[in-house]
């Protein structure tokens, strides 16, 4: 059973090669995915590992978590499953309503006072 790792405070300059070569000396890698910004492709510091056994994702951790690759201190964990987020953006949602919804009714000037 394969089983995902989260790792965290990941070097900039790290490639999805290195990560793999590093986690190998700890059992299987199956895949390897470093997240980048999707408008600018730029790494985000963390990415995911995915071992091909759970006995090889305990060594990978107890093994890589706190311990130093590329002059940044590791964080290596069992990865949590992705929460649904929050659609943002244009277009519905936000319970808005229409245009001009919110604004209220006449009333206009001179007091309140209606016409008689």
Request: no cysteine.
């Amino acid at each position: 059973m394969e089983k995902k790792l989260y790792v965290g405070n990941l070097s900039f300059q790290a490639t999805e090669d290195d990560i793999r070569d590093l986690f190998a000396q700890h059992g299987e890698v199956v895949s390897v995915k470093i997240i980048t910004d999707a408008r600018t492709g730029s790494p985000k510091g963390f990415g995911f590992v995915e071992m091909a056994t759970t006995e090889d994702a305990q060594k990978a951790i107890s093994s890589l978590n706190g311990s130093t690759f590329m002059e940044r201190s590791l964080t290596v964990d069992e990865a949590k499953p992705q929460q649904p987020r929050e659609r943002r953006g244009f277009g519905g949602g936000a319970g808005r309503g229409g245009f001009n919804k919110n604004r209220g009714g006449g009333g206009g000037f001179g007091g309140g006072r209606g016409r008689r």
